[in-house]
């Protein structure tokens, strides 16, 4: 994992925010917490990645991108299988698992 610039990454969301709302962001910093004009508190990898999606489709508002940002890909994809599968169960996985060539965890 690449160690990320702080004045860097600040410096081209603000210009990325400004192109999209035509108004500098009003940014909050409290340890290692950042607040975009008074919104929920993100990280700077998530604020690295609102830097790239409106630079990429600037005609979106931040707050889209910020509620995107806020959830992990793996969250997503977890509550998607488990819609997808009504009837999981965890004794069915590690047999389909075992079945497979796999050993039982300690």
């Not at 004045?7 to 400004?18: K, L, R």
């Not at 630079?55 to 488990?82: I, N, W």
């Amino acid at each position: 994992m690449a160690k990320l610039d702080k004045d860097t990454v600040i410096a081209a969301f603000t210009e990325a925010y400004t192109k999209a709302n035509g108004k500098a962001p009003d940014i909050e910093v409290k340890s290692g917490w950042y607040s975009v004009d008074g919104g929920k508190n993100i990280r700077l990898a998530q604020l690295q990645e609102m830097t790239d999606s409106l630079s990429g489709a600037s005609s979106e508002s931040v707050e889209a991108p910020a509620e995107k940002a806020s959830k992990p890909a793996k969250v997503k994809a977890a509550k998607a299988v488990k819609k997808a599968t009504p009837g999981f169960s965890v004794k069915d996985f590690w047999a389909e698992q075992l079945s497979a060539g796999s050993t039982l965890p300690r």
